[in-house]
């Protein structure tokens, strides 16, 4: 694994078939938090996690589809 310049490593890069959409998981060295995001050909969605549970139970929910 390579860090970037801002202390970012990338964790794994998915596709969630079941779910319809890919997932990027990284983390940041500096403050050791999760970072996933979600997106389609839709939409996208994107969250920061101080815990794996707290981001697997993220990536265990669909993406939503949000009209402003």
Request: aromatic fraction near 10%; charged fraction near 20%.
């Amino acid at each position: 694994m390579r860090e970037s310049v801002n202390g970012m490593i990338s964790i794994a890069h998915v596709q969630v078939k079941d779910m319809g959409f890919n997932a990027h998981v990284s983390m940041c060295l500096i403050s050791r938090t999760i970072h996933v995001f979600k997106y389609n050909d839709v939409c996208c969605d994107y969250d920061v996690f101080d815990s794996q549970y707290l981001a697997s139970q993220y990536l265990e929910k669909p993406l939503r589809l949000i009209i402003l």
